[in-house]
C-alpha cells in the first residue's frame, strides 16, 4: 500500500480530509518526489510547480526508484555496473540521504551471481526489501524440469536488510522463486505437477522462459497482513507472497501467517500463465502496490499496465482481491479472481516502459509516464489538473505531504501481554487489528481478546503525521486451548524436566508441526517433523499448552507441566 508515496511498505501518511480536499478539482497539496534515471540529484516540486528542495551531487546515478522515509530521507537505488547482469532496471545498491544531503547508508548486493535491480521498499523497523536476479545455469534449469536450452537464467529472489552501518548490513529474511516451481514435463523432478492449473500457487519453470526471466519491477508492503506485493514484466502478472515467515519457511509450502509457506498467495493478470482459462489483462506492468488506509478504496491492489489499452496507451488499473485473512479464495482448476480489472483510468498517454501511479487521499491520482518525462495529477474523472515536466525518463514519481516530510516516525510499537490484555507502547491514537482485519472500537492502548489470531496494532505519532505498525503477535486463547485433549496422540513423560516423546499411536502423517504456548497464550517454542523435543531451555516451569498438527489436519492440544 502506498501513501505519499511510501506505498503500504513502511508508513502511512495521516491525513485530515477538509471538505475543500474532497472538491474533485482541487489538487492535493503536497510535494512531488521525482530523480531522473541515471541522475545525481533528486526534487521536491508543491503544486505551483516550485522546484522547493533538490538533493545535488549524490554519488552514483540514479538506478529506479527513489522514496522518502518520514522525516525527509531520501531513499534511493543506483546503479551500479555489472558484466553479468545488464538487464534494464540495474542497482546494485542501496543510499538512504538525509534531508541535509548526509548520506547515512551506502549499501551493496551486486556480485558474478546475484544484482538487485528496479524496486525497493523500506519496512516500519527501518529494514530494506530489495528485488534481486540471482544466477542458475542450464544444469540448474534442467535439474527443476526446465526445457529452455539456455546458458544461464536469472529467477527472482527478495532480501530483507537490516543496515548495520554506514556501508553494511544483515541479510534477516530471503525468498527464492526458484524454490517454488512446477513442471508437468519430467515425472522424475520433485516439482513434477500432471496439472499446472491446480497449482497457482507455483510458477511454471517453461512458461516464457528466458534468462532475464520474470523481469520483476515493482514491490510493496503491507503491514497490516504483513504481506509483499510483486511485479513482473515479462509474466504479465502481480504476486502475493508472505512475509511472515521465516527464511526456512520462506523456501518450502508451509509456515506463515497463511500455512502456505513462500507460495505465491495469489497471482492475477495473465491465466495462461498457469494455464488458466481467463483473460491476460495485464500487458507489461510494473510499481503493482495497494491503497493504503485512509484512502478512497483502500485495500485495492492496483499497478501501471503499460499497454492496457492498447500497444499505444497505457492505464492503471485496479482490483479487489479475494482475500480471506490472510489467504485469497480460488476455486480449483480456474483462474483467481476477478476476471477484469474493477477501474481503468487512461487519458494521460503512453509509455512503453516503467512508469508508475499513486493513489492520493483525496481521490486524486499522481501518474508518472516514464518515457515522456510527464508527472500528471489526475482528478477522479481522469482529468489532468496539474503536471511536472522532468525533462528526462522518471521512471516513478510519489508525493508527500509536509506534515510527513518534517516529522521523522516515532519507534515502531511492539506488542507484549500482561494477564489477560494485550498491551501496545504508548502512542497518540491507536487501532487494532485480528488476521488482517480491522477490529471496529479497538483504538486503546490495551485490548482484551477474545480469540486466538494474530494482532497487530497501529500508532499514530504527536503530529498525527504518520501511521505505524507492529509486527504480528500470536495469542491463543486459553480456553480454546483446554477444550481439546487430542486422545489419539500421547505425549510422554508429563509432567517433564525438559524431554517430551509425541507417540501418534499408530497414526501416519507427512507432516507434523508443534507449537508450545505459556499460560497465557504466548507461543514460546515451535518445531517440526520431530517426535522428540527438548524445551528445556524454557526460562520458567509451570503449565505449558501443546499444539499438535498432521499435515493439513486440524491440531489437537495437550497440557503439560515443565518441572524445573
Known sequence: MRTSSFKFKYFLCFVILLPQQLIFSQQW???????????????????????????????????????????????????????????????????????NNNLIWDYTHSSTTYYTHHDHCVLPNGNVLMIAYELKNQADLAAVGGTAALTSIWPEK???????????????????????????????????????????????????????????????????????????????????????????????????????????LYRWGNPPAYQATGTKILNVTHDVHWIPEGHPNAGRLVGFNNQGVSASVSSVDQIIPPLS????????????????????????????????????????????????????????????????????????????????????????????????????????????????????????????????????????????????????YSYTLITEIEELSGEKISIYPNPTSGIIDIDLNFQTAKQIKVVLFDAYGKKVFEAENRSRLDISSLANGGVYFMSISLDDKKPVYKKIVLAK
Not at 533528486?42 to 522515509?69: C, M, P, R
Not at 492449473?197 to 503491514?223: R, S
Not at 489538473?385 to 511492539?414: D, E, L, M, V, W
Request: with cysteine; hydrophobic share 30%.
Open 29 to 99: 497539496n503536497g510535494l512531488t518526489l521525482y530523480s531522473n534515471g541515471n541522475a545525481t540529484s533528486a526534487f521536491l516540486v508543491d503544486t505551483n510547480n516550485v522546484t522547493v528542495k533538490t538533493w545535488l551531487g549524490l554519488t552514483g546515478g540514479t538506478g529506479y526508484s527513489s522514496y522518502l522515509e518520514p522525516g525527509g530521507t531520501l531513499v534511493r537505488s543506483v546503479n551500479v555496473p555489472n558484466s553479468v547482469f545488464m538487464g534494464g532496471g540495474a542497482c546494485g545498491r542501496i543510499q538512504k540521504i538525509d534531508y
Open 325 to 472: 485473512n490472510y489467504n485469497y479464495t480460488i476455486n480449483t482448476g480456474s483462474a483467481y479472481t476477478p476476471a477484469t480489472y474493477l477501474q481503468r483510468t487512461s487519458g494521460f498517454g503512453y509509455t512503453s516502459n516503467e512508469g508508475s501511479s499513486e493513489q492520493l487521499p483525496n481521490g486524486n491520482q499522481l501518474v508518472c509516464v516514464a518515457i515522456s518525462g510527464k508527472i500528471y495529477e489526475l482528478n477522479p474523472a481522469g482529468v489532468p489538473i496539474f503536471t511536472i515536466t522532468t525533462g528526462a525518463k522518471s521512471s516513478q514519481a510519489h508525493r508527500y505531504s509536509t506534515c510527513y516530510i518534517n516529522n521523522p516516525a516515532p519507534p515502531q510499537p511492539t506488542i507484549s501481554l500482561s494477564g489477560n490484555n494485550l498491551t501496545t507502547t504508548s502512542a497518540t491514537t491507536y487501532q487494532w487489528y485480528l488476521n488482517g482485519n480491522l477490529i471496529n472500537g479497538a483504538t486503546s492502548q490495551n485490548y482484551t481478546p477474545t480469540q486466538s489470531g494474530i494482532y497487530v496494532v497501529r500508532t499514530t505519532d504527536l503530529n498525527g503525521c504518520v501511521y505505524v505498525y507492529s509486527i504480528g
Open 158 to 264: 527478495i532480501i530483507e536488510v537490516q543496515p548495520t552501518g554506514l556501508t553494511t548490513g544483515n541479510i534477516v529474511w530471503e525468498w527464492h522463486v526458484w524454490d517454488h516451481l512446477v513442471q508437468n514435463v519430467d515425472p522424475t523432478k520433485s516439482n513434477y505437477q500432471s496439472s499446472i492449473v491446480n497449482h497457482p500457487e507455483l510458477l511454471n519453470v517453461n512458461y516464457m522462459t528466458t534468462k532475464d526471466w520474470m523481469h520483476c519491477n515493482g514491490l510493496d508492503y503491507n503491514p497490516i497482513l504483513d504481506q509483499i506485493a510483486l511485479s513482473s514484466h515479462n509474466m504479465n502478472e502481480w504476486y502475493i507472497i508472505d512475509h511472515s515467515t521465516t527464511t526456512a519457511e520462506a523456501a518450502s509450502h508451509s509456515g506463515g501467517n497463511s500455512g502456505k509457506g513462500g507460495d505465491f
